[in-house]
Structure formats: C-alpha cells, structure tokens
C-alpha cells in the first residue's frame, strides 16, 4: 500500500470523479452536492479533509452513473 502524501485525503478517487463530473455536466461543485446528497457544501468539506460515509460515497457514485448517460446524449 502507498503512504498518502500530506496533502493527500482519503477521497481524493472521489473528489476527482465529482470535480470531473461538474466540468463534463457544466455546473458549480455546490449544484452537484445539493443533487447528489442534498449538500451544497459537500465536496468542498470533503476537498477540506472532511469524512462521509461509505454509503455516502456509494450514493454519489450511483448519482454519477445515473447522470452521465443523460449527459452524453445531450
């Protein structure tokens, strides 16, 4: 297993996906939260080093899922 960086958090693979998501989407981190969890503040607590719940993590990877199909048929 690979040390993390001090900079490094324990969800960057998720604040990735959401950060790309956004950009492909074209809305703020703040709309995506309030979609995906009903938290506007959610990947910007988590870009902070804030925790969430793995069912929390599931949620948002199952909205992406749902979301990027739609997306691209746009």
């Known amino acids: 297993m ?7 958090t324990p969800h960057d693979d998720l604040i990735r996906e959401c950060l790309a998501y956004c950009k492909r989407a074209g809305i703020k981190q ?3 939260g309030q979609r995906a969890v ?4 959610f990947v910007a607590r988590l870009q902070a080093g ?3 719940w793995p ?7 199952a909205y ?3 979301n990027s199909t739609d997306e691209a048929a746009a």
């Open 2 to 8: 690979v040390p993390m960086s001090s900079t490094a």
């Open 30 to 32: 703040t709309t995506f």
């Open 38 to 41: 009903k938290d506007r503040n």
């Open 50 to 52: 804030g925790r969430c």
């Open 55 to 61: 069912e929390t993590v599931d949620k948002v990877r």
């Open 64 to 66: 992406i899922a749902a």
